[in-house]
């Protein structure tokens, strides 16, 4: 399963710490749960502070749960480390399903 996760940051600065520091951290951590990242992007836009992931689970888990034990662990602590975490005002999360394009055809 694939989740589409929007973080909204206080600032830009804060933006460019999370992306570049701490995000960079989590790609190294997250495999260790067996969750990938395909892909990482930034939004400025209308001065919106906006970071985007496309995160992946293993199939059968449970994204809240898997992500509740991922942010108790010691990893993410060390990859949150030095930053604070008021920072971030908002999450959005959406579960991405695929869709069978040769069903959809048929």
Not at 87 to 101: K, N, Y
């Amino acid at each position: 399963m694939l989740e589409l996760r929007i973080y909204t940051l206080r600032s830009a600065e804060a933006l460019r710490q999370y992306a570049t520091v701490h995000w960079t951290r989590h790609l190294a951590t997250f495999p260790a749960f067996g969750i990938s990242t395909n892909g990482v992007w930034t939004e400025r836009s209308g001065g919106a502070h906006r970071l985007v992931a496309l995160i992946g689970y293993p199939a059968g888990a449970d994204p809240d749960e898997l992500t509740r034990h991922v942010m108790a662990s010691p990893e993410f602590a060390a990859d949150m480390a030095g930053f604070d975490p008021d920072e971030i005002i908002h999450v959005d999360t959406i579960s991405l399903e695929p869709i069978d394009l040769q069903e959809v055809s048929s």
